[in-house]
């Protein structure tokens, strides 16, 4: 088929020979104006065919270069139906493809800078007490936004050279409102009206696509309730190839029992019986390396504190070990048979000493 015998013309015509060419002929084959006929559908498809390599200089000296053979094209599959030709007909403006298909051309989307850095992800897990001193390892399900495999996180695949499908190789995009017409440089193609690559299908042209996913996390020794570990570049995929974002997780520590935590201090009440505190006693207490044997000195007082150096939390990015307090609490013994209590008043004989002489000295008034 030759270019230039469809639409009329001299090899030596220049572009706006094509441009006026085609106008002429493109009006006069239009489906919309010759409904239901096959003869003008064909030769309007042929019309369109050459101008769309004529009115490209590139691609017309190509064309030209190879004798008259068209470079591969994309099959066209535009509807033919129900527009309008009045407000552009014999408007100088109006002189493309383009402005005849206005509408269809319509909408599109903004294309987006390259390389945006993805977004990080949050996420909390819950971890007892114990694996909080000892540090652990979490398998957390979370749903991210992974880079696209089939593109590589691109958005678009390189496929040949051809005619933009949004422009149809025009560069731009009009359409008509009343008497106006707008138009706007072809965002698909950037303006050149070929097209080099073609949208991702995987991924829409994202450049990524969500995905299910567990990621293993290591939590380390010492770490507090609250407290946060980053998983650098497990978060959402950047766009069009960007950076990944990080995954945070702020960790919720179980209460312990026992242990009450400061910093990286532990503290622990220890319940005392009245006889161990009075003559002395080695006893189990609870670490978080395990019970230990501690000697409790004759004559302990209640709420009297030991401090067991290093027994506390393990240091965590530099920080000190903590220590173990331990407070005693004078616990009584439930005294139920009479030889018990018989023993404690000859004790209480025996022991005369005022336990509230301080009261008296102090002058407070205590008979009421
Ligand atoms: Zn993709
Ligand atoms: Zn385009």
Not at 45 to 67: C, F, H, K, T
Request: proline content about 6%; hydrophobic content about 30%.
């Amino acid at each position: 088929m030759d270019f230039y015998i469809v639409l009329g013309l001299e090899p030596s015509a220049t572009l706006s020979d094509v441009k006026r060419a085609y106008r002429r002929l493109a009006r006069k084959h239009h489906p919309g104006i010759n409904p239901g006929d096959r003869t003008s559908m064909a030769v309007f498809r042929r019309v369109n065919e050459a101008y769309q390599i004529l009115s490209d200089p590139e691609q017309r000296r190509r064309y030209d270069a190879r004798g008259g053979v068209p470079d591969p094209q994309p099959e066209s599959s535009l509807e033919f139906q129900g527009f309008d030709f009045s407000a552009s007909a014999g408007a100088e403006t109006a002189s493309t493809f383009g402005d005849l298909f206005a509408d269809v051309f319509q909408g599109g989307d903004e294309v987006d800078g390259p390389g945006a850095g993805g977004t990080d992800l949050h996420l909390s897990i819950r971890i007892s007490f114990d694996e909080s001193i000892r540090g652990t390892e979490r398998s957390v399900a979370l749903v991210r936004l992974e880079r696209c495999t089939v593109c590589r996180g691109a958005g678009v695949l390189r496929a040949t050279e051809g005619r933009c499908n949004d422009c149809l190789g025009t560069g731009s995009l009009r359409w008509v409102r009343g008497h106006m017409v707008f138009s706007r440089s072809c965002t698909h193609c950037g303006g050149s009206g070929r097209q080099q690559h073609r949208t991702c299908e995987r991924c829409r042209g994202e450049g990524s696509v969500r995905q299910s996913e567990s990621v293993s996390v290591r939590i380390p020794p010492g770490i507090a309730d609250g407290g946060r570990v980053r998983v650098p570049e497990r978060g959402h995929a950047g766009r069009r190839g960007g950076k990944p974002g990080d995954l945070y997780l702020t960790v919720e520590v179980e209460p312990h029992p026992l242990f009450r935590r400061d910093g990286n201090d532990l503290h622990l009440v220890l319940p005392v019986a009245v006889h161990e505190a009075a003559l002395g006693a080695k006893i189990e207490v609870p670490t978080p390396d395990g019970p230990r044997r501690v000697r409790v000195p004759a004559g302990t007082q209640s709420g009297q504190r030991f401090r067991l150096r290093r027994r506390g939390v393990p240091a965590l990015r530099g920080g000190q070990v903590g220590d173990l307090f331990v407070e005693v609490r004078l616990v009584l013994p439930h005294v139920v048979d009479e030889r018990s209590k018989a023993l404690l008043r000859e004790f209480g004989k025996l022991n005369k000493d005022n336990v509230r002489k301080d009261f008296e000295t102090s002058g407070r008034d205590v008979s009421e």
